[in-house]
């Protein structure tokens, strides 16, 4: 047994609740106790076969006849005390009534139309120790997937939700019907996954057992091929109500295997199996400590109780879409979770039915379904495929990082289908050249068992390059004026634990200093007392240093002064590029409909003429405030244009001024009225459509009234 088990037991000893038992010995009387009365000893050979199958005929007869009464189990117990054949009987800890031949083979009647959860004892599942190995993350060894479901008492069948996306994942998915001959076909398995009845009383040697129904019918030559496992007490048989839920019931008999059946079984597990048991009482003691008697089990899954099998399916189908990176919900985008991220999300996710979380059972209120590891430093970080996290580029090397949980093998990454060359790859980081694409969907392979694709396949991660701002990224600033300045992005996320590094090229300060590092994405850019032009510089940098990108903002400092970066100009190219001009004089001329504000700068001394001209047209008498905006106008009327002469840097004889385009949008950021009647007014504008702009700019002017 495996370190953390006996952790385990102790825990799961300390919440045992009473235990219930009813009936004894050879047909005797039954009484409460919190104890189990031992079995009687056995005689080999004291039951012939037709008396075996007779007797099995009756009970299965007088079971039909109060199967649908509430004490159902309670009479079928009391009818089997009453055939001599029979030397022992009681109700099992999940509500069934077992008897004993006098040869010691035990036999079933299974309370599948009716479980309160109410009856015996339960067995509370203790809760998942919290294991954060960082150096052990893999995947299952091998690629093989292998689903069983036991058509039987109208259990939902989640195979044909889980069986496709395994197989698209890469898994090589083999179905079973779940034959007691099928469990030994379980070879090399990645995942299993196990829905049947399930029960949970003791072997004829006293030792506690979760039972599971089988898909193999008890007939004479059934009985003869099992017989020396029947015999042993590993394969029971049992009668069952084949639909609980059918108008008309109908009876079977069957046989289950216990969990030490399985033990013997030659099941086989890869290194790192996970194993899903959607199965009643699947995750007592004894079963769990089966479980990972198996060699490479990692990870365990099961009921401590009884349950509704729809709950069960529902809870079976979230487990496997957070394995597999699948939506719950339509608006789920999730990527594949671990072991560790599914257990807690289980306890915390409400069904869609009700308030109850989707690791709980209306059924029974101590009824859980939780995951178990294998040991103490075992992986909370497995997963089933591999799963991409984040894909950044750093700018400096060219190379592309992607981070997750990958397993240990290396393997192929795609984008778009096209193969990136691997420079590196450990459990959970992988380094790649970098593609020459900005975006684009990455798959990554991580190399399992030989199968159709020979690979486990990541989901489909839609990645796009990281591209930074600064908001502003243009503005003018009054001398000493403080201003906040944001880095934000578009594309990929950015990964958490990145940091901004801040410089100013310049005599301004951010945050204090000429330079800043830290988590913010929001500094203070402090401007200097002196007109002057500074560059706010963000570099971004993973928590491991690599850089993902930088961006910047001009900041042109001073009292009357204009910024403006054009782009696009064909017909006068020379006047693309980014202006800064301080040299700037503000006129107001006051007219009986609307008032007239010109802003002037870059002065040319032969001619006494503007270069660069911004006007604005308000209707009369209005008085400016920030927020107010107004559009672009080619004629006279409210609102402003902006032009320059054709040079910006020779003087010109004629002045013409140039018109930049044909819409945009100008909006006052301050306006202040000083004592002598100027205004200082501080502006921002734009010229193009608004998602991609030709011309963008900001300025200030010291404005005087000239009207007549």
């Known amino acids: 047994m495996k370190q953390c088990l006996s952790k385990l037991f102790m825990m799961m000893i300390g919440v045992l609740t009473a235990l219930i038992v009813i009936g004894c010995g050879g047909g005797g009387g039954g009484a409460a106790s919190t104890t189990l009365p031992p079995l009687p000893n056995f005689i080999n050979g004291s039951v012939t076969e037709a008396d075996r199958t007779r007797v099995i005929s009756e009970v299965t007869t007088f079971f039909k006849t109060v199967s649908t009464q509430s004490d159902a189990m309670q009479q079928v117990a009391n009818f089997m005390k009453s055939k001599p054949e029979i030397v022992a009987t009681e109700i099992s800890k999940s509500g069934d009534a077992v008897g004993w031949f006098k040869d010691g083979i035990k036999y079933m009647v299974l309370n599948s139309a009716s479980r309160s959860g109410t009856r015996g004892r339960i067995l509370q599942t203790p809760t998942s120790r919290p294991i954060l190995d960082a150096n052990s993350r893999s995947l299952p060894g091998a690629n093989k997937a292998y689903l069983v479901h036991i058509d039987v008492a109208n259990l939902t069948n989640s195979t044909a939700t889980i069986d496709p996306v395994l197989t698209q994942r890469g898994y090589d998915t083999i179905q079973l019907p779940g034959a007691i001959s099928d469990f030994a076909q379980i070879q090399n398995a990645g995942v299993l996954y196990i829905n049947t009845l399930g029960s949970y009383s003791r072997d004829r040697n006293e030792e506690e057992r979760t039972w599971f129904m089988t898909a193999t019918q008890n007939s004479i030559s059934n009985y003869q091929l099992y017989k020396d496992e029947i015999e042993a007490g590993t394969i029971c048989p049992v009668t069952y109500i084949v639909d609980p839920t059918a108008e008309q019931r109908t009876y079977e008999e069957g046989f289950m295997v216990s969990d030490q059946f399985l033990k013997d079984s030659g099941i086989s597990f890869s290194s790192k199996a996970i194993w899903i048991n959607e ?64 257990q807690s999300d289980i306890g915390t996710t409400n069904r ?124 003018t600033l009054q001398k000493r004026e403080s201003k906040t300045f944001t880095a934000s992005s578009t594309g990929s996320p950015v990964p958490a634990g990145a940091t901004y590094k801040w410089t100013v090229t310049g005599e301004g300060l951010v945050n204090g200093s000429s330079t800043f590092t830290g988590p913010d994405t929001t500094v203070t850019y402090q401007a200097p007392n002196a007109e002057r032009s500074d560059i706010l510089k963000v570099e971004v940098f993973t928590a491991s240093g690599r850089k993902l990108g930088e961006a910047f903002s001009d900041i042109g400092v001073g009292e009357n002064r204009i910024f403006y970066f054009a782009s696009g100009l064909t017909n006068y190219p020379n006047l693309n590029g980014e202006h800064v001009f301080a040299d700037g004089e503000g006129f107001l001329v006051r007219g009986q409909t609307t008032d007239l504000y010109e802003f002037d700068y870059n002065w040319d001394n032969v001619n006494e003429l503007p270069r660069v001209v911004l006007s604005l047209e308000v209707p009369a008498n209005t008085v400016l405030a920030a927020g107010q905006t107004y559009n672009w106008t080619s004629v006279l009327g409210v609102g402003y244009s902006f032009g320059t002469t054709e040079s910006l840097t020779e003087p010109t004889l004629t002045g013409i001024l140039l018109s930049y385009g044909r819409e945009g949008r100008m909006t006052i950021t301050s306006a202040i009225r000083n004592p002598d009647g100027t205004q200082r007014v501080a502006y921002q504008f734009l010229i193009g459509p608004e998602s991609e702009p030709t011309t963008v700019g900001t300025g200030s002017i010291l404005i005087r009234d000239v009207s007549p």
Request: no cysteine; hydrophobic share 35%.
């Open 279 to 342: 199965v009643m009482f699947g995750a007592q003691e004894s079963m769990i400590q089966t479980a990972y008697s198996f060699e490479g089990l990692e990870s365990y899954w099961g009921w401590s109780g009884e349950y509704y099998s729809s709950e069960a399916a529902e809870t079976t189908r979230f487990v496997f879409a957070r394995f597999l990176g699948t939506p719950v919900e339509p608006e789920d985008d999730l990527p594949p979770y671990t072991v560790g991220e599914i």
């Open 352 to 475: 869609a039915s009700g308030p109850r979380k989707m690791n709980e059972s209306d059924l029974s209120i101590f009824s859980k379904f939780s995951g178990y590891t294998s040991n103490d430093n075992s992986d909370s970080e497995l997963t089933m495929i591999p799963s991409i996290r984040s894909a950044v580029l750093d700018k400096v090397e060219n190379t592309m990082e992607i981070e997750g949980f990958f397993g240990s093998e290396s393997g192929a990454v795609t984008i778009d289908g096209s193969t990136l060359n691997v420079l590196s790859w450990t459990p959970k980081k992988v380094i790649v050249e970098a593609p020459s694409a900005t975006k684009g969907v990455i798959v990554l392979r991580s190399l399992g068992a030989p199968s159709a694709s020979g690979q486990l396949l990541s989901k489909r991660f839609d990645w796009e390059d990281i591209v930074f701002s600064i908001n502003p990224g243009v503005i």
